[in-house]
């Protein structure tokens, strides 16, 4: 008889809870190299944006045009998981972490202090990456 998996689902309402109150403090106060060092690797991986299309010029003539989007969408995906998975801070997804203000849970200060060095850091690599 198979093994059954109890799923404990949450409301969004706890899922939201929990967001505000452990997340976004843990996040928001990581240090300054921490968030550097993760906002250069998001930055590093998210930059398979930019070489999407250039690999579609370069396939589509080869493989046809229905594998060269396939490809083309399987990169930018690939980069955005890589991302997520290694737990780097990519400045769209740190706009979340304004629940913890909203919740009085992290000050205002420490969450701007946080989106500049994402930010930048973020900034920093789309611009200097040789794509």
Known sequence: MPEIINIDC???ATIADTLAKTICVQRTNSSTVRLT???IL???TSASERLSPRLYQ???GHV??????MITGAVFSVGLMITVIAGAELFTGNNLMFMGTLDKN???KTLLKSWVI???????VQCFWPL
């Not at 046809?64 to 989007?69: C, D, I, N, S, Y």
């Not at 994402?118 to 920093?124: R, S």
């Open 10 to 12: 949450k409301t969004p």
């Open 37 to 39: 060092i993760l906002g």
């Open 42 to 44: 998001s930055g590093a």
């Open 58 to 60: 370069a396939t589509r």
């Open 64 to 69: 046809g045009f229905g594998l060269a989007k």
């Open 106 to 108: 992290v000050p205002l």
């Open 118 to 124: 994402v930010l930048v850091a973020n900034f920093v």
